[in-house]
């Protein structure tokens, strides 16, 4: 009996390793396949994709931390499938004076693409903004996209 627990700890920690092992070394979206154009170009964005709704709610986590949640609809304008859009947002004091700035992920390689004409709603969390922050929704624009 005792030769059996062993072993199946051995197993749960061997297959336990390999799924960290995986999540490790699995390819990130920086590294989006040859097949996919990426846009910087401002101009050429503002054409493709457009942010609408934009606004902020407040929540709190597991343990009674409040958690800033950044949403809005993303539009794809372009006449090909949007699959990934990246924003940065800038958080700013009450002096109007940048006190945050972070870039992420409005809609993922992982997700299904935005179709054209298409639009979704996106999500984005902070738990821990600057007490300095005046509380008003972020500068938020589109940095890059990838179709």
Known sequence: MERRSV???GI????F??????WAFAPNDR??????????????????????????ETSENYVGHHIR???GTIKNLSDKPIRMVEVKLVFKDFDGKSIQ??????????QKPLA???QRRFEINFENLPKTWNYHVPA?????IAS
């Open 69 to 71: 949640i950044i949403h």
């Open 31 to 56: 590294n989006l396949s040859a097949s996919v154009t990426e846009v910087t170009d401002k101009t050429v964005i503002d054409k493709q994709v457009e942010l609408s709704r934009i606004g902020i």
């Open 101 to 110: 700035e972070n870039v992420e992920k409005a809609h993922e390689v992982t």
């Open 140 to 144: 938020i624009e589109i940095t890059r």
């Open 12 to 15: 749960t920690t061997i297959v």
């Open 17 to 22: 390793v390999g799924l960290i092992l995986a």
């Open 116 to 118: 054209p004409g298409m």
């Open 7 to 9: 072993v199946i700890i």
